[in-house]
């Protein structure tokens, strides 16, 4: 244990001789004695000047620095990368997304082990920086916590409340014809109005509320938007409680039990939140040693209330949710599916959090005695067509089933041609595979195509199934993470464009309605999937990913 009486991480630069090389290097970049003989404090960043999301981090990062300075410890930043889910959307760039959270973890946890720290605090805000980050950090178990730095404001639109997932769907609008040129440039230019993460209750944000709920981020304290003038003093903050963990020598592993992962699946599912969330939860569960199932998802969201009206399902964005009290008035609308006793890394209990936090609004959180909707919107199905489960959330569609036949891709871009030509027909399933972890590599979004579906006006006449994912903005009946995925074998690819399969949310089934022995003797004609990558690091990444089913971590 790292506390107050434990040798500190850098102890022998103070006493050790030999250590005179690297106290040279200290040296170099103005530490002095003092410096490594208190708490050094890892601050990892996913600053990069590629996307909107994570660029606030580099200032901020200096604002954690100063309060881990004024606590009495001796802050030391480092850098890690970022893939933009949104920029890359669409193109074969979007198959880097997943495996970035692999090595943001990998990346912050080779630091912490090349360079002993004392505790560590991550900034975060991109869909993969904020499970990637909670993985290292559960990895390196020291004392430290999550500060998520923050979403993007709203855009305006003639009078509405727009972000990036309006610009994806006019931009399916106007390739139906119902949105002018002129619009869509408009919606272009005014959807994101400044940096931070996007707006909506996408997977940035709900991964921001899942950490607030599983304790790993001080709960509420990284809630203000990115360019909110408040936004320095929090991140201040969280570098002062840092020292205070240290001091404690609260880790991960103490928050984490299983209650705690509840609490996460409880907060998703409250939130409405996207089921990029199932695997990153269960990936994060697996670096914690704690036993998180699909299951665990379907149970706790089907008991779980949507109690919030956000983007994709509803009209609001983290902006206005902050307004009414940011994650702590969820906490506190959602007390009654929550354990309680559990604690954030702040010290606090989910008790004393509820009991702290405001009224829900009636609004952006529903009121206490009508939700938004009577049970969760996330759910598990399984059947003939996926054994291992599959992922659909039903936020933003008030379709549970679809019974129909299927048009068959093995690539995202031939499917979004098809909508796009107009040869989906309404009654129709759209089947996208090989596109999992191991197939596409990299497990991509479908969003240009669940976009063009609704921009035709099909979101309530077609379903799409894959073994892909789906972005948080997507709506529509979207089946996704089907396992096991084409690329290992999954009944997925032996569909044959006409095939009737049937979906029942209700039911939890994923049925495809061809005879047993038919789809034996098609599994005999299988030709082996060849990889579509075979050298770098979408090959060493296809080559060790597991199962969607279970987080798509790698081994
Ligand atoms: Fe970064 Fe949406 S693409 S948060």
Redesign the pocket.
Known sequence: MTDATSPLANDDLANNRRRAGARAHFRAMGLTEQDWTRPVIGIATTWTGT????MGQRDLAKHVAAGVRAAGGTPLEFNTI?I????T?GTQGMRASLISREVIADSIELVGRGHPFDGLICLA???K?VPGVAMALTRLDLPGLVFYSG??ASGTHRGRQIN?KDVWEALGGWEAGSITTEELEEIEREACPGI???AGQ????TMSIALDFLGLAPTGLGGLLATDPGKPASAEAAGRLVLDLVKRGLRPSSILTKDAFENAIVGVSGTGGSTNAVLHLLAIAAEAGVDLTLEDFDRLSAATPLVTSLSPGGPHVAGDLQRVGGTPAVVRRLRDHLHLDARSIDGRTYGEIAEAASEPDGAVIAPNDAPFKQGGALRILRGSLAPDGAVVKLAGTERPAHRGPVRVFDYEIECRDAVDAGEVQPGEIVVVRYVGPAGAPGMPEMLSVTSAIMGRGLGETVALVTDGRF???TRGLMIGHVTPEAAHGGPIALLRDGDIVSIDADARTLEVEVAADELARRAAELPAFVPRATSGVFAKYARSVGSASQGAVTR
């Open positions: 996307m909107p999301c994570n970022a933009s889910d949104n920029i959307q805000a991109c869909d920086t979403a993007m990036v931070g993460a996007c996408f997977t940035a944000n972005s948080g903005a």
